[in-house]
């Protein structure tokens, strides 16, 4: 039979691993677990926490030192246990401890374990929550990706608007990256807004983009006063090229581009050779000064002699040249 003392003088040794094999000479191996559970808790209460862990341990209960550790609000230990004895769980424990914590209040310790987690759009997501943009951009910018940052910059000067978004991004040194970025997401107003207040220098730019936006969606008319105030006269008639809307590209390369006259010229003389309308075509290109063009098409399409009365009358020195 166990004598009583012979537990508690091997409880008391200080050689654990020892008095251990020898007490599982005397009990079972659930009868010293209990033993040692019991001894752990006392040690506990006492507040000998690293020897309450240690028999914890020995006996293969990590989870009550876990338990211990975490009442205790000491989540050092907490995670090094949990790394050891549960490293699948680690990530999962980060994010409970974070979500307690922000539900506590305590944002700075919150963001620690959301991080430790590798969860940075949580951290960020509870600053913004919040209301506190200043650390929600600071987490963004430390740890999510540079698009990451400069969106929650937009959107917290966006949410202000005026001189207040102005001097945010100044500060932040992002006034010009946050005008493309406006720009880039078709928010062309907030764009608009915070050049004409603090860099009118990217007015030209801005317009571009507005116009190439509003030419994709099919507002040619609109898109060509954009195009004008970016100083891009040209783009206007090859839009209205494009879609042969030859009246209006005549008329915006006379006001506003010459040279680009003949571009609309030559663009309808094509037009018309596709479409067989051989001396309205030449006419085209007559008018815009291009004789060798017309004269090239004619040859192009077999038209031998109307090619050659074109060189004859008005390229008279290439004449032998393109008999050969």
Same mark, same amino acid.
């Given at each position: 039979m166990?004598?009583?003392?012979?537990i508690f003088?091997?409880?008391l040794?200080?050689?654990?691993?020892?008095?251990m094999k020898?007490l599982?000479?005397?009990?079972?191996?659930?009868e010293v677990?209990?033993?040692?559970?019991?001894?752990?808790?006392?040690?506990?209460?006492?507040?000998?926490?690293?020897?309450?862990?240690r %028999?914890y341990i /020995?006996?293969?209960?990590?989870?009550l030192?876990?338990?211990?550790?975490?009442? !205790? @609000? $000491?989540? =050092?230990?907490?995670?090094?246990?949990?790394?050891?004895?549960?490293?699948?769980? %680690?990530?999962? /424990?980060?994010l409970?401890?974070?979500?307690?914590?922000?539900?506590?209040?305590q !944002? @700075? $310790?919150? =963001?620690?374990?959301?991080l430790e987690?590798?969860?940075?759009?949580?951290?960020?997501?509870?600053?913004?929550?919040?209301?506190?943009?200043?650390?929600a951009?600071?987490?963004a910018?430390?740890?999510g990706?540079q698009n990451?940052?400069?969106?929650?910059?937009?959107?917290?000067?966006?949410?202000?608007?005026?001189?207040?978004?102005v001097?945010?991004?100044?500060?932040?040194?992002?006034?010009e990256?946050?005008?493309?970025y406006?720009?880039?997401?078709?928010a062309?107003?907030?764009?608009?807004?915070?050049?004409?207040?603090?860099?009118?220098?990217?007015?030209?730019?801005?317009?571009?983009?507005?116009?190439?936006?509003?030419?994709d969606?099919?507002?040619?008319?609109?898109?060509?006063k954009?195009?004008?105030k970016?100083?891009k006269?040209?783009?206007?008639?090859?839009?209205?090229?494009?879609?042969?809307d030859?009246?209006?590209?005549?008329?915006v390369?006379?006001?506003?581009?010459?040279?680009?006259?003949t571009?609309?010229?030559?663009?309808?003389?094509?037009?018309a050779?596709?479409?067989?309308?051989?001396?309205?075509?030449?006419?085209?290109l007559?008018?815009a000064?291009?004789p060798?063009?017309?004269?090239?098409?004619?040859?192009?399409?077999?038209?031998w002699?109307?090619?050659?009365?074109?060189?004859?009358?008005?390229?008279?020195?290439?004449?032998?040249?393109?008999?050969?």
């Amino acid at each position: 039979m166990v004598k009583m003392s012979q537990i508690f003088s091997l409880l008391l040794c200080t050689q654990r691993p020892t008095c251990m094999k020898l007490l599982t000479r005397l009990m079972t191996q659930e009868e010293v677990a209990v033993i040692y559970i019991s001894q752990a808790q006392e040690l506990e209460a006492q507040g000998q926490y690293k020897e309450a862990e240690r %028999l914890y341990i /020995t006996v293969e209960e990590p989870d009550l030192a876990i338990n211990m550790y975490k009442k !205790l @609000r $000491q989540y =050092e230990n907490m995670i090094r246990l949990v790394a050891i004895h549960h490293e699948d769980l %680690l990530a999962d /424990t980060h994010l409970h401890l974070a979500k307690e914590l922000e539900g506590e209040g305590q !944002l @700075r $310790q919150a =963001e620690h374990h959301f991080l430790e987690a590798r969860d940075w759009k949580a951290a960020f997501n509870m600053y913004r929550n919040q209301g506190l943009r200043e650390e929600a951009y600071r987490v963004a910018k430390q740890h999510g990706s540079q698009n990451a940052s400069k969106q929650v910059a937009y959107l917290w000067a966006k949410s202000l608007g005026g001189d207040s978004a102005v001097k945010l991004l100044q500060k932040f040194g992002l006034l010009e990256s946050t005008i493309d970025y406006a720009a880039e997401n078709c928010a062309f107003e907030f764009a608009f807004d915070l050049s004409r207040t603090a860099m009118k220098s990217k007015l030209p730019d801005i317009h571009l983009k507005y116009a190439m936006f509003l030419e994709d969606e099919g507002k040619f008319s609109e898109a060509e006063k954009e195009f004008i105030k970016a100083g891009k006269s040209k783009e206007v008639v090859l839009m209205y090229v494009h879609n042969q809307d030859w009246d209006s590209a005549q008329r915006v390369a006379e006001e506003n581009d010459p040279d680009s006259v003949t571009d609309v010229l030559v663009g309808q003389a094509r037009v018309a050779f596709d479409k067989k309308e051989f001396q309205r075509a030449e006419t085209f290109l007559l008018r815009a000064q291009r004789p060798e063009l017309a004269a090239r098409y004619y040859k192009e399409a077999a038209m031998w002699t109307d090619a050659l009365r074109v060189v004859k009358e008005y390229l008279p020195h290439r004449v032998r040249i393109f008999s050969i």
